[in-house]
Antibody, heavy 123, light 108 residues
């Protein structure tokens, strides 16, 4: 079964850091780009960051550029998001999502999603 | 950055009716790199349509996508009870990705 399981969310104070993880199974992880997408409570979807299959292409939303860092470990079938200088507006459910196009350097549609991990930034 | 604007914000329809959702881009979406997702409360989004008009695996044929350039449409030919949800469009094909703000399809 194809599966993505996020972890690492929680309550954190403004200005602090948090690292999210996403464990992938059921597909050849190192063939696909991966992404983080977030959803603030009661709001829509916001693409946060993406990384190509070989880490050669990386992109960030303007709202997180310079504060968040995406990475992956293909040997561990894992995706990460290091979040620094967190703000209240970063409060959201963070989804890990799989790109649908094999070996792509640019993004395609996201065909598999995890259930998300909640990040709350508050003092 | 391409901005996607979805309309209407909310669509109130009855089961069996046809739903037409619009997604307009602030600039041309290259090669029709446009996807549609469905999201139900408490669930992750599900991919419905990619490449503007191709149905994803397992998606019923009552869902169809069309359009090119800056104007795209998702059509649900006859609404089933399980189709009442929020729908998002997304553009891709670069190292950026943006979603529209969503259209909620609710039971009238």
């Amino acid at each position: 079964e194809v599966q993505l399981v996020e972890s690492g969310g929680g309550l954190v104070q403004p200005g602090r850091s948090l690292r999210l993880s996403c464990a992938a199974s059921g597909f050849t992880f190192d063939d696909y780009a991966m992404h983080w997408v977030r959803q603030a409570p009661g709001k829509g979807l916001e693409w946060v960051s993406g990384i190509s299959w070989n880490s050669g292409s990386i992109g960030y939303a303007d709202s997180v550029k310079g504060r968040f860092t995406i990475s992956r470990d293909n040997a561990k079938n894992s995706l990460y998001l290091q979040m620094n200088s967190l703000r209240a507006e970063d409060t959201a459910l963070y989804y890990c999502a799989k790109d649908s196009y094999i070996w792509g350097s640019y993004w395609s549609a996201f065909d598999i999603w995890g259930q998300g991990t909640m990040v709350t930034v508050s003092s | 950055e391409i901005v996607l604007t979805q309309s209407p914000g909310t669509l109130s329809l009855s089961p069996g009716e046809r739903a037409t959702l619009s997604c307009r881009a602030s600039q041309s979406v290259s090669s029709s790199y446009l996807a549609w997702y469905q999201q139900k409360p408490g669930q992750a989004p599900r991919l419905l349509i990619y490449g503007a008009s191709s149905r994803a695996t397992g998606i019923p044929d009552r869902f169809s996508g069309s359009g090119s350039g800056t104007d795209f449409t998702l059509t649900i030919s006859r609404l089933e009870p399980e189709d009442f949800a929020v729908y998002y469009c997304q553009q891709y094909g670069s190292t950026q990705g943006t979603f529209g703000q969503g259209t909620k399809v609710e039971i009238k």
